[in-house]
């Protein structure tokens, strides 16, 4: 069994920053290990953020967040951290974490990530 944990959630202000964290524990990764980032406003749908390959650190963006986050990851310690600036309100939304040792040919589905965490808040303030 996986366990992933996020944290590092709050309030900021429009235009300041916040870092995520997600560690994932409980067997050893493989190199098809992909770990992403979900959120879900209120009466929305979860929506794709961002995702890591653990091998080679390929990444893939959402286009809304393209060039105001980062994804990067310490494989030693199992966590990738999502560096966000340039807050906006519309980027409040719980925030979620989610892990899969299956190859992964569509990273941008919910459904591709077996092991999610409890999510934790982000609230942007205008």
């Known amino acids: 069994q996986v366990q992933v944990v996020e944290s590092g959630g709050g309030l900021v202000q429009a235009g300041g920053s916040l870092r995520l964290s997600c560690a994932a524990s409980g067997r050893t990764f493989s190199s098809n290990t992909m770990m992403g980032w979900f959120r879900q406003a209120p009466g929305k749908e979860r929506e794709f953020v961002v995702a890591i390959k653990w091998s080679g650190s390929s990444t893939v963006y959402a286009d809304s967040v393209k060039g105001r986050f980062t994804i990067s990851g310490d494989n030693a310690k199992n966590t990738v951290y999502l560096q966000m600036n340039s807050l906006k309100p519309e980027d409040t939304a719980v925030y979620y974490c989610?892990?899969?040792?299956?190859?992964?040919?569509?990273?941008?589905?919910?459904?591709?990530?077996?092991?999610w965490g409890q999510g934790t808040q982000v609230t942007v303030s205008s």
């Open positions: 989610a892990a899969t040792d299956r190859v992964v040919l569509a990273p941008r589905l919910p459904s591709a990530y077996p092991y």
